[in-house]
């Protein structure tokens, strides 16, 4: 038996070479051809090298070459074929018939039954009845399109992407502070920092292969992390600063105003390149060590100490995630980070900057085509209604239609203007992300299930969630992703069934402008009287337009924007050889200075009370999750990495209080809802606060629906609550 050959069980472990520079490989999964992709998760945009066999993927492995992960994959990344073996994947239009029933329909009769619908709900209540969403998860191509069919072609109002729910914060404290929305660093500087400030970011968790290019730094960096939870990366950290929640605008004040104080600022690199350090270092000068300690609960030991630390730095980076930017005050407290960064001349050179690290993998390509930075379709519309130009996208020409004159809605602030009620659209077209999740609050004011609406219409990127009037998709789809860094990543569409022949998401869309009644233009990608992108032609904003499929694959798939543009007043410059922005201390703004730009701390929305005495936090639980799991969870590899039920983190003082043990079963309620957990008691949350991971839904059933004036992102990250046993609640 110990030395059998042949069986079952044998030839499964059989190996040969797999060629194609692969080394050994399982004989059943040997390839015949290998293509590349980037991974469909994260903004980190890791290469993978895809095994296909009679054209299907069969296994996959990092690419070794790639820049961004050099031969390296988090868990999601390996197991990024799971999700096209998935039951519940569809594979053609699904519509739902007069009894509920969701049934299999032809491409034709599904377009049909969308255009009817979406035409009789604006017929019957205006054009504001009807919304779309978009994902980062879909190429820019289809943004581009989806944008301009909905404006141009169907007259739509209301259209944003998911960029609101993650990243339009660091959206709107770039443009403010630099005049342009680009992150300004490149991955080498978590290699060359020799301090590295993490602000509300647990790299090891969500962002594992950014964390391994920290772990490579050959300097011996201070790290330090600012976080109200001992987090797995604060564990690793040099300095850990558990400051109170929201409180860190506060914090970055008081170093401000000690860095000021003592002398410890570029007083040279502020002079030349920014605005408004008078009026900054007025505003943070009530910001005293003592008013500072009080307002976050730290030491001033641990203040000064950091200030230090900063003063100390050659090459001093900070970074945020969601910690800063789902906030009531993000935007305000983004640029309490830059401003840091700029008066201490950590920007433009190596291992510097202040470093948004963003969200999905096309996340840079949402914040280019959603409602955060212009209407999509891209009209240059005010506020007010009054356009700034004549309406027309740089890569989709609608010759004779006008779109609405008008910036629509957020996702979460839409009402329908025909009821006059406080419920959804009546009408959306969801396009890849997960409407129907519950947002901030949802506990409070959960709608109806989305999918019953009369006329949702979900196309979902890999079919994955049930596919409610979807089709299933490729993995990786024609396109570009703009990944973390605003890299333009090449897509070819690899295995699995198609949705639709040729460039799926684009022909979907397209077809839906056939039906309604919209001439063909360009005989190959050409809708409605439009003129839209094609994969293989430049696209969009100025500083994307020049990643032409040829360039991105003499690259190896990956470039890098902005690059060289026609010169216009206040155009993105390219970036230096380097990949870094600001290198010359030019900035976007007409005067080429940025800006210091504050405003006053204000306090927690829902501070704990007697009824509810706790706050709870919300973040990232494991590697092996994404979002809510509607992926992840296809893969029995990655549900084993993590608990299958909800839990809440809760300090053991707290937990003694309450009577409550390890795995007991709990109600965490807030004023909004209740939901049931299992709890894990743990020294990782300070007394008074519980944490809830945010991949399992039901957490924003007791999350509060405040958001940030400016950038109109939900705060998901504090709130009150209150725990109780089971029995005892019950």
Not at 458 to 466: E, F, P, S, V, Y
């Amino acid at each position: 038996m110990l030395r059998r050959r042949d069986g079952h069980l044998t030839r499964d472990l059989l190996r040969e070479p797999g060629g194609f520079g692969l080394g050994q490989v399982p004989a059943r999964l040997k390839p015949d051809a290998t293509a590349e992709l980037v991974c469909g998760y994260c903004s980190t945009g890791c290469g993978l090298t895809v095994h296909l066999k009679a054209g299907e993927p069969v296994s996959l492995t990092p690419a070794p070459d790639y820049p961004v992960n050099r031969g390296t994959a988090c868990p999601k990344g390996w197991e990024a074929l799971a999700v096209l073996a998935a039951a519940d994947r569809a594979r053609s239009p699904l519509l739902r018939d007069a009894a509920g029933v969701r049934r299999a329909v032809d491409w034709d009769a599904a377009l049909r039954a969308m255009v009817e619908r979406f035409r009789a709900i604006q017929a019957q209540h205006g054009p504001e009845s009807v919304a779309f969403l978009s994902t980062g998860q879909m190429p820019t191509e289809e943004m581009a399109l989806l944008g301009s069919l909905a404006k141009f072609g169907m007259g739509m109002v209301h259209g944003d992407g998911n960029t609101r729910q993650c990243m339009a914060t660091s959206v709107v404290a770039y443009k403010q502070a630099f005049g342009f929305d680009a992150p300004p660093y490149t991955y080498r500087d978590f290699e060359q920092s020799d301090v590295i400030v993490l602000v509300g970011a647990n790299l090891c968790i969500a962002h594992p292969i950014m964390w391994e290019r920290v772990l490579q730094n050959p300097h011996d960096p201070a790290i330090v992390v600012i976080d109200p939870r001992v987090t797995e990366t604060a564990m690793q950290a040099s300095q850990h600063l558990p400051l109170r929640p929201k409180s860190d605008q506060a914090l970055f004040y008081g170093l401000a105003h000690l860095l000021i104080e003592r002398g410890w600022i570029d007083r040279g690199y502020v002079a030349a390149h920014t605005r408004g350090f008078d009026e900054y270092a007025a505003a943070v000068a009530p910001f005293s060590i003592q008013r500072t300690s009080a307002e976050t609960g730290l030491p001033p030991a641990d203040i000064e100490r950091l200030a230090a630390t900063i003063h100390a730095g050659k090459r001093v980076s900070f970074w945020w995630t969601m910690g800063v930017n789902q906030s009531y005050q993000g935007v305000r407290t983004a640029q309490s980070i830059i401003n840091l960064a700029l008066i201490t001349g950590n920007m433009g050179r190596p291992g510097t900057g202040a470093n948004s690290i963003t969200g999905q993998c096309n996340a840079m390509g949402s914040r280019l085509f959603s409602n955060t930075t212009k209407p999509a379709g891209r009209p240059r519309l005010r506020e007010s209604g009054a356009p700034r130009d004549g309406g027309a996208h740089a890569g989709s020409r609608c010759r004779g239609r006008s779109g609405p004159q008008q910036l629509g809605l957020q996702p979460h602030h839409r009402r329908d203007p025909a009821r006059g009620d406080q419920g959804p659209l009546d009408c959306r077209h969801q396009h890849g992300a997960l409407l129907d999740q519950p947002g901030p609050g949802a506990g409070h004011t959960r709608p109806p299930r989305l999918s019953r609406r009369p006329g949702h219409v979900r196309l979902d990127r890999d079919g994955a969630h049930g596919g409610r009037g979807a089709a299933g998709r490729r993995l990786g789809r024609e396109g570009r992703h703009l990944h973390q860094l605003g890299a333009a990543h090449r897509h070819d569409p690899q295995g699995g069934p198609p949705a639709r022949p040729g460039v799926a998401g684009l022909r979907h869309l397209q077809a839906g402008g056939r039906v309604l009644g919209l001439r063909r233009d360009v005989p190959r990608l050409g809708v409605a009287g439009c003129r839209f992108p094609d994969p293989q032609a430049p696209v969009g904003r100025p500083a994307v337009r020049h990643h032409r499929h040829r360039r991105l694959r003499r690259a190896g798939g990956a470039g890098r924007h902005p690059v060289a543009v026609p010169r216009r007043r206040a155009a993105p410059r390219p970036r230096a050889p380097s990949g870094r922005l600001f290198e010359d201390g030019r900035f976007y703004h007409p005067d080429g200075r940025a800006r210091l730009l504050f405003e006053m701390p204000r306090p927690l929305p829902e501070p704990a009370t007697d009824r509810f005495p706790l706050i709870l936090l919300t973040g990232r639980g494991s590697a092996a999750q994404w979002h809510t799991q509607t992926r992840t969870s296809k893969s029995a590899i990655l549900r084993k990495l993590y608990p299958p039920r909800i839990y809440v983190e809760i300090n053991p003082d707290d937990a003694k209080a309450r009577g409550i043990g390890a795995n007991d079963s709990v109600h965490v309620e807030s004023r909004r809802g209740r939901i049931a957990a299992k709890a894990f008691v743990t020294h990782s949350v300070q007394r008074g606060h519980v944490f809830i991971p945010m991949h399992y839904e039901a957490a924003n059933r007791l999350t509060d629906a405040v958001f940030d004036p400016y950038s109109k992102q939900p705060s998901y990250k504090a709130c009150a609550v209150e725990l109780r046993r089971a029995a005892a609640a019950a």
